[in-house]
């Protein structure tokens, strides 16, 4: 069966510092991937997507790879700041439109 | 900013009760879906449409239904509530191309079945 497998454990790191958290899948071939952050009790809110073609993305502090062949996907953020606390879900798309999330993992920066 | 709001954002209500949970966006999506979430889990998708008069049934089974007469509004249901259907329910809207898959969240409601 399909499934997409991000850190269920908290990452705890330091103001400044740079987050790296990782999705990995198995039994996909997404033509793309796709991350967005929740705030507890929100919905969550986009924030990149890679195409299968692409390597990597960057948009302000963040970057995202992505590996065709090890399945995989890192994210990061660099420089990070108490207010990037928050939990970050990848996700891919399973059928026209229709998207599988991961259960998300949970960042702490902290002062 | 996403243009979708949610309807009531918190809602308790005892076992047995009909409740319908609102959603509405004014970006103009054809494609709007419904999600479960549980504290700390995945979310699972329920209901999807892609257009008026379209519904389908999302991976995770059930037991509400919803209805798609305008593009901008996609109302879910639950005819008899029980303690089972309490969770976070959020809606969700994405474009209509190809190559523009983003999706875009409401606030979700929060779901209490006493």
């Known amino acids: 069966s399909q499934k997409i497998e991000q850190n269920s454990e908290a990452l705890n790191i330091q103001e400044g510092k740079t987050a790296t958290l990782t999705c990995n899948y198995t039994?996909?071939?997404?033509?793309?991937l796709q991350w967005y952050r929740q705030d507890p009790g929100r919905g969550p809110v986009f924030l990149l997507l890679?195409?299968?073609?692409?390597k990597e993305k960057r948009k302000e502090r963040l970057k995202v790879t992505f590996d065709t062949t090890l399945k995989q996907s890192l994210f990061h953020i660099t420089a990070s700041q108490p207010a990037d606390s928050a939990t970050y879900l990848c996700?891919?798309?399973?059928?026209?439109?229709?998207?599988?999330f991961g259960t998300g993992t949970r960042l702490l920066v902290s002062p | 900013e996403a243009d979708i709001y949610q309807t009531p954002r918190y809602l308790v209500i005892g076992t047995g009760k009909k409740i319908t949970l609102e959603c509405s966006q004014t970006?103009?999506?054809?494609?709007m879906y419904w999600y479960q979430q549980d504290p700390g889990m995945e979310l699972h998708l329920i209901h999807y449409?892609?257009?008026?008069?379209?519904?389908e049934k999302g991976d995770l089974s059930s037991e509400s239904t919803v209805s798609r007469i305008r593009t901008e509004h996609f109302p879910l249901t639950l005819e008899s509530a029980r303690p089972s259907h309490t969770s976070q329910y959020l809606c969700?809207?994405?474009?209509?191309?190809?190559?523009?898959?983003?999706?875009?969240f409401g606030p979700g409601t929060r779901l209490l079945v006493l």
């Open positions: 969700a809207s994405s474009e209509p191309d190809r190559g523009r898959e983003t999706q875009y």
């Open positions: 039994n996909y071939s997404p033509a793309y």
């Open positions: 890679i195409r299968e073609n692409e």
């Open positions: 996700a891919l798309e399973e059928d026209f439109q229709k998207l599988v």
């Open positions: 970006m103009g999506h054809d494609k």
């Open positions: 449409s892609y257009g008026v008069n379209s519904t």
